[in-house]
């Protein structure tokens, strides 16, 4: 499968590049800066981006890829850090301006430059730097402009060298998409063979032959992750694999009986179903601190998935459906750790297991539901709303007990019956009440009160990776707290999160 390497500098769109050049229909892998050259080659890789980032080129110690990346003959796209690095280490020249560029800014592109092939002239980009190139390097033309930039794109074409100081990932450079795909099909010469549905029979073959004759145990927690990772290995090994899904005591109200229903009774998985309740919730006693939380549940799945391998006999292999945002929030690579996922970021280091198999960890959410629709698994569990793997754990905050597992369950519960009622429920991508910890005084019935609030999130996004929070109705919104208040006990008041994702994040830890 060919393949373009997308090199990080710790920018914030180097998620979205990926995304844009998979949209492309092109496998694109990122890899940190620090990744050695020979690493980087191979037949199969048909270009290379250099992504945006918060450094400045000519400060001491920014990062800077090998030069050699370049030199391969192979085109090499710079994009804003990416372009000025590309200017700097041939020679060219980068300096403060004085003036920044941020937002959407218009920009001329010059006829003639196969990156802007078939793009209008006169157009509109989205800019966010302050540095800029002062100084081509040699054989280099500039390729667009703005009012404040002179150099808005650079071009070295015999040397298949393309920068352009804008970002076309973003949806608000509205020919960005098209410019990308210049790049790939006609610069880069690829066909196109990355589609995700295609990828179904060599997952398959890969789990077979790395499974071979042993037992595998795989954590399923009813999420689409975990049901298409399963179903995957299933496939591939059939009656080897055991399904294990833990009640650590932090699920939602009925969530048990649900997961076995659909796993177990319909889709005919064999489900192992494990009361971890008091094993979990007496370990989490009195912790109040995220990561803490995290880690300790990170283990004790950990712990619990190696006694049930036990019990069936030593399965040397654990499944889990962890993906590629998984890997990156919990920052493995460049990437700062934003919060530890318990399936990545809050792995113990000792576990017995000799393989972790997780098929899906360099795949978006998005791609993991057509893969779910692709095997054919029911469509409910391929749009089920996500669940974090540490559960109503994470949307306490504070130390957990009984009483606020339970406030938290029955508001949660009334949220998500309101938001099916409203026929909402496909449109947000998720959506949950928060056991905040704070009180309030109210009023009810004349009486005085002194009870909880409780937070309502709900957030619409593709990926989970940038999030805007969802536009609720009023009537809706009305409905929601009324019946919070009136039917949980202990809570007189509810509020509404109104935090993109950045500078949020989905959940309140
Ligand atoms: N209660 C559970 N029992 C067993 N395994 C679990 C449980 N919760 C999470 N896991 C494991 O951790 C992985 C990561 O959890 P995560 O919530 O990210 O994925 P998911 O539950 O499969 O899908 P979704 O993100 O849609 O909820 C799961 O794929 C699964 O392997
Ligand atoms: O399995 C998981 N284990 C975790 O530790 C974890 N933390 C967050 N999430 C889910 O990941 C997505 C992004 O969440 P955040 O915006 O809160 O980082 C959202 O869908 C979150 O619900 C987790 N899932
Ligand atoms: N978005 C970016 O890549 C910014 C590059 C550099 N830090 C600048 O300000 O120009
Ligand atoms: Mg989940």
Redesign the pocket.
């Known amino acids: 499968m060919e393949r373009i390497i997308l090199i990080d500098f710790g920018g914030q769109y180097t998620q979205l590049i990926a995304r844009r050049v998979r949209e492309a229909q092109v496998y694109c892998e990122i890899l940190p800066y620090s990744t050695p050259l020979a690493q980087l080659e191979g037949a199969d890789v048909k270009g290379y981006i250099l992504a945006g980032g918060p450094a400045s080129v000519y400060e001491a110690g920014a990062p800077r890829c090998d030069a050699g990346v370049l030199a391969l003959g192979k085109p090499v796209l710079g994009i804003c850090y990416g372009a000025q690095l590309m200017a700097q280490l041939l020679g060219g020249q980068v300096a403060h301006a004085e003036s920044g560029e941020y937002g959407g800014v218009a920009i001329t592109l010059e006829a003639g430059d196969p990156l802007f092939n078939g793009l209008e002239a006169q157009a509109t980009c989205w800019m966010s730097h302050n540095d800029r190139i002062g100084q081509l390097p040699e054989g280099f033309h500039a390729t667009a402009h703005t009012a404040h930039c002179p150099v808005g794109a650079m071009a070295c074409p015999e040397k298949k060298l393309f920068a352009v100081q804008f970002h076309p990932e973003v949806r608000h450079t509205p020919f960005g998409q098209d410019m990308l795909k210049n790049y790939l099909y006609d610069i880069c010469g690829c066909s196109g063979d990355w589609v995700v549905s295609g990828l179904v029979e060599s997952m398959i073959a890969d789990i077979r032959k790395t499974v071979g004759k042993g037992r595998v145990i795989?954590?399923?927690?009813?999420?689409?992750?975990?049901?298409?990772?399963?179903t995957l290995v299933h496939r591939a090994v059939g009656d080897q694999l055991t399904?294990?899904?833990?009640?650590?005591g932090?699920?939602r109200l009925n969530e048990a009986e649900e997961?076995l229903r659909v796993f177990r009774d319909e889709m005919g998985l064999n489900v192992v179903y494990?009361d971890a309740k008091d094993r979990f919730l007496s370990k989490l006693a009195g912790v109040t601190e995220p990561e803490r939380k995290r880690k300790i549940i990170g283990e004790e799945?950990i712990r619990?998935?190696e006694e049930e391998a036990a019990k069936i006999g030593d399965s040397d292999f654990l499944?889990?459906?962890?993906?590629y945002p998984?890997v990156v929030e919990s920052g493995v690579g460049n990437a700062q750790v934003i919060k530890s996922?318990?399936?990545v970021g809050g792995l113990p280091k000792d576990i017995k297991f000799r393989t972790v198999i997780e098929p899906?960890r360099s795949l978006f959410?998005d791609e993991?539901r057509a893969l779910g629709l692709e095997l054919g698994i029911d469509e409910k569990a391929v749009w089920?709303?996500?669940?974090?793997?540490?559960?109503l754990a994470i949307r306490i905050l504070g130390d957990i007990t009984q009483e606020k597992l339970d406030i938290l369950r029955h508001s949660d519960a009334i949220l998500r019956e309101e938001i099916a009622l409203a026929g909402l429920d496909r449109e947000i991508w998720q959506y949950f009440t928060v056991f905040t910890g704070m009180r309030t005084v109210g009023v009810m019935g004349d009486g005085r009160t002194y009870d909880y609030i409780i937070g309502v999130r709900a957030v619409t996004s593709s990926d989970?990776m940038t999030v805007e929070f969802a536009e609720i109705p009023y009537p809706v919104m009305r409905r929601i707290s009324n019946r919070i208040i009136n039917e949980v006990s202990h809570v007189n008041r509810v509020v509404y999160d109104i935090t993109s994702k950045p500078p949020g994040t989905i959940e309140w830890e």
Not at 243 to 248: R, S
Not at 319 to 323: A, D, E, P, R, Y
Not at 384 to 391: S, Y
Request: aromatic share 8%; proline share 6%; glycine share 12%.
């Open positions: 795989s954590g399923l927690s009813g999420g689409v992750d975990s049901a298409v990772a399963s399904c294990v899904f833990v009640d650590h932090l699920l997961v494990v799945f619990v998935f499944v889990q459906g962890t993906i998984d996922h318990h399936n899906l959410k993991v089920r709303q996500p669940f974090p793997g540490p559960g989970a």
